[in-house]
């Protein structure tokens, strides 16, 4: 074997292979269609994020539900007012409880569309700027 002569000669590459195959780039909408990875990792996001809306949502509800009674067993004097002629409990537990329930569930619903349209949002317009 012979040593080179003369120092490496530098070689300058200015242009990429003219012959190379375009990256495909599927449109999201597609890609949740057709069901791939890709998509798979859109809807596993949309649905994670509905769960940690709905624990939020339940967690607090049961939090208010459970902790209405416990503390009118706790506060033995909360047993004994009356708001006119009802017992506080009875105006609490019968009463006002349905409207927290509805607002709660009033909350839960606008949050999940709000939620749904970003996912919609994201998905077209991410369709159009890889076209």
Do not use: K, N
């Not at 070689?11 to 069901?35: C, D, H, I």
């Not at 809807?43 to 509800?61: D, E, F, K, M, P």
């Amino acid at each position: 074997m012979t040593a080179p002569e003369g120092p490496a000669r530098r070689v300058r590459v200015t242009a990429s292979r003219r012959g190379a195959p375009a990256a495909l780039r599927r449109p999201v909408a597609s890609a949740l269609a057709e069901q791939t990875g890709l998509g798979e990792l859109y809807l596993q996001g949309l649905l994670r994020a509905q769960l940690r809306l709905t624990a939020a949502v339940a967690s607090t509800i049961t939090a208010v539900l459970l902790g209405i009674p416990l503390i009118f067993a706790l506060v033995p004097a909360t047993r004994q007012l009356h708001v006119g002629p009802l017992p506080l409990p009875w105006l609490v537990l019968g009463v006002l409880i349905y409207p927290t329930v509805v607002a709660a569930a009033a909350f839960y619903t606008r949050q999940t569309e709000r939620t749904e349209r970003r996912f919609v949002a994201f998905v077209s317009e991410a369709g159009t700027e890889r076209r």
